[in-house]
């Protein structure tokens, strides 16, 4: 079955670049939208983006200029880049995929992964 | 952008017990919402979509219903292990937004 795994540094210098990756196994990521969501300590769900496994991106606009989405269907890996990081980013950040075309919600959730901005 | 408020914020109910979750949705989404549950330090799970749709695996106990602007999620005869927070997701427009979640508590 599908799993995926978050990887990155946990702590982030403020105004540097949060850089994760999350790495799919036990499954293709063709034809599969794959999503990154955050969640800051004690508050709700916030969704970041997604990336189609052809590379198209989807961003939200709350986050578009500082946000970068990538894949690479050969390592079974997508990644996020976060540009110039504040204290409110601070979070734990989920890659989840996304169920299908059809129905855009998140079927498949890594573990989480908490990433702190601070100096 | 979109707005998705859930009422209660918090919930306390005993095993056996049945309840309900509300989502309001600030303009319609026809069907397009979905339902999780997140335990503490764990990823959401999806319990359900399309408003009514049970995800694969998860226990009859759970529907949801609902249209337009207006959703909800029952769980029936409560269980130990669903104490947890519950979100909903309207995807009908981007950026897809998530309610702020309701917290349910054992009595």
């Known amino acids: 079955h599908v799993q995926l795994q978050e990887s990155g540094p946990i702590v982030v210098q403020p105004s540097e670049t949060l850089s994760l990756t999350c790495t799919v196994s036990g499954g293709s990521m063709s034809s599969y939208y794959w999503n990154w969501i955050r969640q800051p300590p004690g508050q709700g769900l916030e969704w970041i983006g997604y990336v189609f496994y052809s590379g198209t991106t989807n961003y939200n606009p709350s986050l578009e200029s500082r946000v970068t989405m990538s894949v690479d269907t050969s390592k079974n890996q997508f990644f996020l880049k976060l540009d110039s990081v504040a204290a409110a980013d601070t979070a734990v950040y989920y890659c989840a995929r996304q169920l299908n075309s059809a129905s855009k919600v998140f079927d498949i959730w890594g573990q989480g992964t908490k990433v702190t901005v601070s100096s | ?107």
């Open chain 2, 1 to 107: 952008a979109l707005r998705m408020a859930q009422s209660p914020s918090s919930l306390s109910a005993s095993t056996g017990d049945r309840v309900t979750i509300t989502c309001r949705a600030s303009q319609d989404i026809s069907s397009y919402l979905a339902w999780y549950q997140q335990k503490p330090g764990k990823a959401p799970n999806l319990l359900v979509y399309a408003a009514s749709t049970v995800q694969s695996g998860v226990p009859s106990r759970f529907s949801g219903s609902g249209s337009a602007t207006d959703f909800t999620l029952t769980i029936n005869c409560l269980q130990s292990e669903d104490f947890a927070t519950y979100y909903c997701q309207q995807y009908y427009t981007f950026p897809y937004s998530f309610g702020q979640g309701t917290k349910l508590e054992i009595k």
